[in-house]
């Protein structure tokens, strides 16, 4: 054990003697958390949308003071005597609002008047969210026009849990977080790692007392503390800037973390054990430390919508685990029956990681 000690201390004061190693650990990850979980956002503010009120009634003109009173779209008048496909051609506007003739008459009469809607479908998510929203908000004005007493038998009542605000940020935030943690820890131990092999200082770890897993153990440890850092950080940011707390029981939370620093730690030792060459350690690094996590993590949108052909890497990613373990933490709060299959799941990739790495410096001691 104390051999373990001294060998992480050794990694510790050559990361913090090195000031970029230091501004990669715990500086890059805090600048990256606000921008990144900003600026992904799958909701839709501020949509341009051309109107065409064939009918000019009072009816009319109220029916797109419904639309202009929501957040999600901008009214664009637009002439009658041109094709709403041509404000599409134009980029003016994502969607059409065509009123027919004789609307408020038939509205008067308490007759059923179309009113179509035509949606730039280039953008398939946008569509979707365009179209769900301008049904919300022709049902609002069909209920506010025809009164409770004419309302049909069944009325859904609808509220939001855990995030009622249907803010992105509490959503795309956890997920950055773990983003981070997943990138720079398991960098920096790749770095170190490979380094060795690079510069042939590793020759003097096979000259040396010291056995591979001790070795190893070491190198995981001085990475963990690291994350560990900067994974406090981050918690202050998500705490502060974005207004998350803990929900529910937090002992799954931080036993996972400790597991996860662990995983990417043996992860970034294993790559760093394998290719010993810096550059390449790095690229294999990011292309699955970040773009697994990334996109087939549950991320920016749900496993379930990603093709079956590829769904079932996600199963194997360990950044998917960790994100549903911070989001249930912060947002809902399910505790250890909703959690400990994701919790065991990250020990056990942890585990595979450092036994392959473990595997790779053995062989390589015996060469030697």
């Not at 000259?207 to 202050?236: D, N, P, R, T």
């Not at 942890?350 to 595997?359: M, T, V």
Request: charged share 15%.
């Amino acid at each position: 054990m104390r051999r373990i000690l001294e060998q992480a201390r050794k990694e510790l004061i050559q990361v913090i003697r090195d000031k970029r190693a230091m501004l990669m650990a715990l500086g890059i990850p805090v600048m990256l958390l606000i921008p990144l979980s900003v600026s992904l956002s799958l909701t839709v503010d501020d949509l341009p949308i051309v109107v065409q009120d064939l009918d000019d009634s009072t009816a009319s003109r109220l029916f797109i003071d419904a639309f202009r009173a929501s957040i999600t779209f901008r009214v664009i008048e637009w002439p009658v005597d041109e094709h709403p496909e041509a404000a599409f051609k134009a980029n003016a506007a994502r969607a059409a609002l065509i009123i027919p003739k004789n609307f408020g008459r038939d509205m008067a009469r308490g007759y059923r008047s179309p009113v179509q809607m035509l949606v730039d479908g280039s953008d398939s998510n946008t569509a979707q969210l365009v179209s769900g929203y301008a049904k919300q908000v022709a049902s609002a004005y069909n209920k506010g026009t025809a009164g409770p007493t004419q309302q049909g038998p069944v009325h859904a009542a609808v509220r939001l849990w855990y995030n009622p605000g249907r803010s992105s940020n509490k959503f795309y935030a956890p997920g950055i977080f773990v983003l981070n943690l997943s990138l720079f820890p398991p960098l920096l131990a790749a770095l170190a790692m490979a380094k060795e092999g690079e510069e042939k200082t590793i020759l003097q770890v096979y000259v040396s007392s010291i056995s591979a897993h001790e070795f190893l153990l070491g190198k995981i440890l001085a990475s963990m503390v690291i994350g560990l850092a900067q994974w406090f950080l981050l918690m202050i940011v998500l705490f502060g800037y974005f207004g998350l707390g803990l929900a529910g029981d937090p002992t799954p939370f931080l036993i996972a973390t400790v597991l996860y620093m662990f995983c990417v730690a043996a992860f970034g030792t294993m790559v760093g054990a394998a290719i010993p060459e810096q550059a390449s350690a790095m690229q294999a690094v990011a292309l699955f430390g970040f773009l697994l996590v990334f996109l087939l993590a549950g991320l920016v949108f749900p496993v379930e919508n990603i093709p079956v052909g590829v769904r079932w890497i996600s199963n194997i990613v360990w950044g998917r685990y960790y994100i549903e373990i911070v989001r249930d933490a912060l947002l809902q709060g399910g505790g250890w029956p909703a959690m400990w299959s994701r919790v065991a799941s990250i020990g056990s990739i942890g585990a595979l990681f450092s036994l392959l790495a473990w595997q790779k410096l053995r062989r390589m001691q015996l060469e030697a």
